[in-house]
């Protein structure tokens, strides 16, 4: 799924293309993919387009009168001249918001990377486990699986720890991590060539879908853990001391 280094960079290279051109048509090529019904897509047509920006994993694209087209590309969605999502999971959508209407966007947390997500970090309490705290984006927008798992093996934390029970060191390890590594996938995603369903484009993370491979910081083999509908990739040494972390399907075979 293209996170926020990947949308970021798209609105960029979107914005010298589109902004002070006019909407010439709108066309839904799927029913399921429109989210709203008021406004129409047809009041988009024959607008100016204003601005091209981001927010979270969302692409928003803002025209005059403070219409504001909104598209998530799903698991693995691309932007030309359609929204079109790979896959069989169906997660793309696109939205027509009206001005003052923030749709989807007002459920968002902070911008991972900013300083309200580091405030976050240092007061959090909360005992689910850190990859799904982080991944969940009404504590922090723009973080997905990819990113996530590289992050946590930056910082040397367990995917299962839980962010209540982080001390200072850890957290601020957290912080660091997320803005080192979003930074850098920033800048080798905007000179990167190619469209987001680009086949390089899942040899971008260092932990994230390299199971068997040499961990990055010490170089042993990368583990994984199995969900029902995703993995979670980490180093049993540098993240969880040596300890294999067990799913329910590995937890049956041990039994």
Request: proline letters at 5%.
């Amino acid at each position: 799924m293209p996170e926020l280094p990947e949308v970021q960079a798209l609105a960029e290279r979107l914005a010298p293309v589109l902004v002070g051109d006019r909407v010439e048509r709108v066309v839904a090529l799927s029913f399921s993919g429109l989210k709203t019904v008021a406004p129409r897509p047809e009041e988009l047509v024959a607008k100016t387009v204003a601005r091209v920006g981001r927010r979270g994993k969302f692409l928003v694209i803002e025209v005059e009168d403070g219409l504001r087209l909104l598209v998530h590309l799903g698991l693995s969605g691309g932007v030309a001249l359609l929204v079109r999502e790979h896959g069989r999971e169906r997660k793309a959508g696109w939205w027509v918001l009206a001005p003052g209407d923030d749709g989807p966007l007002a459920a968002l947390g902070p911008e991972a990377g900013s300083q309200a997500f580091a405030e976050l970090v240092m007061r959090a309490a909360g005992k689910e486990r850190l990859h799904t705290w982080l991944r969940d984006q009404r504590v922090v927008a723009g973080l997905g699986r990819g990113h996530t798992d590289d992050v946590l093996n930056r910082a040397g934390l367990s995917p299962f720890a839980t962010p209540g029970r982080l001390d200072a060191g850890e957290r601020d390890r957290l912080v660091s991590s997320v803005r080192e590594v979003l930074a850098e996938a920033l800048a080798r995603e905007r000179r990167r060539t190619g469209g987001l369903s680009a086949a390089s484009l899942g040899d971008r993370f260092a932990v994230h879908n390299r199971k068997g491979e040499p961990c990055p910081r010490c170089g042993t083999p990368i583990a994984s853990v199995s969900f029902s509908t995703y993995e979670i990739d980490y180093c049993s040494r540098c993240q969880t001391g040596g300890r294999v972390l067990a799913d329910r399907r590995l937890s049956r075979l041990l039994r």
